[in-house]
């Protein structure tokens, strides 16, 4: 099922009631390989396979998961864009903890008793595709309501921005900017400690 403004396919899925003779129907993101008809299991007794969810403490080193929850019971909050995944790095039993890899390259350690689903997100690539017209990235940006096209200061009028005007396209004047100044001249550097390149190690200004 397409989501409007989501990269990522949702799957809809079908449990058994908990105590009730019906069916609820539950929208979750769809992992790569998965399949109309494709039985689905969720919970801690849930084999490792392409869809399942269960938590964290059941699933091996080195295991692809996406849809991690961060706090235990939040539905998922982590790698649900398309394409994106997490990998589990190592259990720490004593702390009850799960160390994961997330997208970013950053390492996390999180509860293991949050679930995550096993495999990557479908959809995978998506970015690779060139738009090629400016029609395809005006209804990109307009599923997501981004600002587009995204205009220069420089290039406009100078009834319509504070950089516009000029003979040439250019500023003409400082570009930082007060934080007290009045809100159609808060354009550029607004209350800029530094200006220019950063250069050399990271330091605390």
Not at 149 to 161: L, T
């Amino acid at each position: 099922v397409h989501d409007s403004g989501r990269g990522a396919p949702l799957a809809l899925v079908q449990f058994r009631h908990p105590y009730k003779y019906k069916r609820v129907q539950a929208r979750m993101i769809a992992v790569e390989g998965m399949s109309t008809g494709q039985f689905v299991y969720c919970g801690k007794r849930a084999e490792l396979a392409i869809g399942n969810c269960l938590p964290l403490k059941m699933m091996p080193e080195g295991s692809i998961v996406c849809n991690v929850e961060l706090k235990t019971g939040d539905r998922g909050s982590m790698a649900r864009a398309s394409g994106e995944y997490c990998i589990v790095i190592s259990q720490l039993p004593e702390q009850e903890r799960t160390r994961i890899k997330l997208p970013s390259g950053e390492k996390k350690s999180i509860s293991w008793n949050c679930r995550a689903m096993v495999g990557i997100v479908a959809g995978g690539g998506r970015t690779e595709k060139p738009l090629l017209k400016a029609g395809a990235a005006h209804y990109a940006a307009k599923a997501k309501r981004k600002n587009w096209p995204n205009i220069r200061g420089v290039a406009r009028n100078p009834v319509e921005h504070p950089h516009g005007g000029g003979n040439h396209q250019h500023v003409g004047h400082p570009t930082t900017k007060s934080r007290m100044c009045p809100a159609g001249q808060k354009s550029g550097l607004v209350a800029a400690r530094r200006t220019g390149r950063h250069k050399g190690g990271r330091s605390n200004e």
